[in-house]
């Protein structure tokens, strides 16, 4: 009975983890090409946020902690803490990161879904790439 318990435990754990960033990866593309500028801790993999939107192609503009997704001159970041407020459409995004030599790292996957992208692990080869999300009816 406790094996059954042991193996059916291991079993979820490995289904649930199997949505995560590889623990070794060490690749990030975005849009099919090599982004440098990305930093893994743990099964996270965190972005520069102007880093991640000029790779995306968006504009942005900035007013203190919010970032206004779509318009503007696509300013250096400055000022950042550890979390912005992203707009979107219209849409609020609260994106909490670390800052890592001056500059704010968010959660790609947090990142790329508040912008419209989506996050694709590779399991196998370690490679994450981030793509521009496809409508789809149902």
């Known amino acids: 009975m406790l ?3 042991i193996c059916g435990a291991f079993m979820v754990a490995a289904l649930c983890g199997s949505a995560t960033f590889p623990a070794q ?8 090409r090599a982004f440098k500028d990305a930093y893994f801790l743990g099964d996270t993999a965190y972005v ?9 192609r968006v504009p942005w503009s900035q007013n203190g ?8 001159g696509s300013p250096d970041l400055e ?7 992203l707009m979107n459409a219209g849409k609020r995004h609260e994106i909490v990161g670390l800052v890592k030599d001056g500059r704010l790292y968010v959660p790609t996957k947090t ?26 009816n149902d």
């Open 3 to 5: 094996k059954r318990f």
């Open 25 to 32: 990866a060490d690749e990030l593309y975005i849009r099919n």
């Open 48 to 56: 520069p946020v102007d880093g991640f939107l000029k790779a995306v």
């Open 65 to 72: 902690s919010v970032i206004v997704v779509g318009e503007g």
């Open 79 to 85: 000022g950042l803490g550890e979390s912005i407020t």
């Open 111 to 136: 990142i790329a879904k508040a912008v419209g992208y989506t996050v694709i692990v590779n399991n196998d080869t370690g490679v994450v790439d981030v793509i521009q999300s496809r409508l789809t």
